[in-house]
């Protein structure tokens, strides 16, 4: 018999909450690196059942940046503390292609796999400002140039940590054996972009390959996706775009020759949950409220890729090429402003509420009935929780939103598991010969 299909959910963790005046809420408590917070609302997240916890991440900052991307932990650091204080839920971190090496990369993956037993997943991401190059001695590839290094930094991460078959070190007293030569297989990869010749100094970990995310949504980011994901992050705001983007999306993972099943979509969901709908939309007004309007020009600017300085605040958004740095958020703001006739102003507080993912707002079953009714329509495979501040907002969808998914059958009341490929169904890949 097979499983029932359930609903995938991740905490996306971010201490000053993700609307970008939720740290002013009367129940926040502000702090992206405020760790007994972050532990706090990790511990519920993993109570509740979730699959998994997200740490976003940048490699720059600066005083106009989302209060949560100005200062923030390193995030497989955090991670790393995190795996000491939980026992079952995903720990995924996002790192760059971009920006760093991918011996490193796979290296430390692979050590906060063993750390937690099983659970580390990493989101891809090839790091779309271009101003991050001048915290890195160089210069930043454009967009599709910065795919194509994904793609063989990938492979290089993937091939490393297939460096040691899984009983590669029989630590024979006796013989006096440590690690097997026999079960040593050495990458010797000589590519485009990189040269690795391994192994990896770290044992194949407990999920073989650590659970790999892939967060951009242009064409090169969902074949990147398609070929080498098991979970997508996106950030469709409508139900018919959210439809289309998971087609195209499943119809690439079966052109790889993949199961279109063995990979989660799972868009950004932002939950405001009230008593009301109107005690709801409120809460959210309280928190447009404190986000003056020099303060979400720049996040809008930033994901347009365009100073808007000259136009008319209360006018349309101006056509403008969409921009290359963040290439697919910049077409689904322009479509969101076109669709529903936003000003520039009313599309700057949209972005400052959630940086354009979908904003829910209502009861906790109106909240549920629209997670069910994208799960059960072909929209997405799970969600990526984003609650406005923390921890109020988090605890109003444990304590309320949880329980109906769960009484409907959508969702888990216990893990099916240990490790996050439990979790998510899908299956550790074996070793592939030395
Ligand atoms: C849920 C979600 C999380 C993301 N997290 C990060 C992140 O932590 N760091 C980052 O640089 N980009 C992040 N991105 C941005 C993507 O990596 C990508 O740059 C962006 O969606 C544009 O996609 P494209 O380059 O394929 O057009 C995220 C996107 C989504 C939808």
């Not at 194949?204 to 650590?210: A, K, L, V």
């Not at 090429?321 to 402003?337: G, H, K, M, V, Y």
């Not at 072909?378 to 609650?387: S, W």
């Amino acid at each position: 018999m097979t499983a029932p299909r359930r609903i995938h959910l991740g905490l996306f963790l971010q201490g000053a909450g993700h609307h970008v005046s939720g740290w002013r809420h009367a129940d926040a408590e502000a702090g992206s690196e405020n760790f007994d917070l972050l532990r706090r609302m990790v511990k519920a997240a993993e109570a509740a059942k979730f699959d998994m916890v997200f740490l976003a991440d940048g490699l720059t900052s600066g005083v106009d940046a989302h209060p949560s991307m100005i200062a923030r932990f390193e995030p497989l650091t955090l991670l790393g503390a995190l795996a000491m204080v939980t026992e079952r839920i995903g720990l995924a971190a996002t790192a760059s292609t971009t920006y760093g090496e991918p011996y490193h990369l796979a290296r430390a993956f692979a050590s906060i796999d063993h750390l937690s037993q099983g659970r580390a997943a990493w989101n891809v991401v090839t790091t779309s400002y271009a101003r991050t190059a001048n915290n890195f001695s160089k210069s930043h590839p454009e967009h599709d140039a910065r795919y194509a290094i994904a793609e063989e930094f990938v492979d290089v991460v993937r091939g490393l940590w297939d460096s040691w078959s899984d009983d590669a070190f029989p630590k024979d007293k006796e013989r006096g054996v440590y690690a097997d030569p026999a079960k040593v297989r050495v990458l010797d990869h000589a590519g485009t972009y990189y040269s690795v010749k391994g192994p990896l100094n770290i044992p194949r970990s407990p999920q073989g390959h650590p659970v790999l995310i892939q967060a951009g949504s242009s064409g090169p980011g969902q074949d990147l996706a398609a070929r080498a994901a098991d979970i997508v992050f996106t950030a469709q705001a409508s139900l018919t775009e959210a439809q289309a983007f998971y087609r195209s999306l499943k119809q690439r993972v079966a052109g790889f020759g993949r199961d279109p099943n063995s990979v989660a979509v799972m868009p950004g969901f932002l939950p405001v949950v009230g008593r009301s709908l109107k005690e709801a939309s409120e809460r959210l007004s309280e928190l447009d409220r404190w986000s003056p309007i020099e303060r979400a020009m720049p996040l809008l600017e930033e994901r347009i890729g365009h100073s808007l300085s000259g136009y008319d605040l209360d006018g349309p958004l101006p056509d403008l090429p969409i921009s290359d740095q963040l290439r697919s958020r910049a077409e689904l703001l322009t479509e969101l402003a076109r669709r529903e006739g936003l000003t520039i102003r009313q599309l700057a507080l949209r972005v400052a509420a959630g940086r354009g993912h979908h904003i829910v707002l209502g009861t906790a079953s109106d909240i549920a009935d629209r997670m069910q009714e994208w799960f059960e329509t072909g929209a997405a495979d799970g969600f990526n929780v984003m609650p406005p501040y923390f921890p109020g907002g988090l605890d109003a969808f444990v304590a309320e939103v949880v329980p109906i998914l769960q009484e409907r059958g959508l969702f888990r009341t216990e893990y099916e598991g240990t490790t996050l490929r439990d979790h998510l169904g899908i299956a550790r890949p074996d070793w592939p010969g030395a």
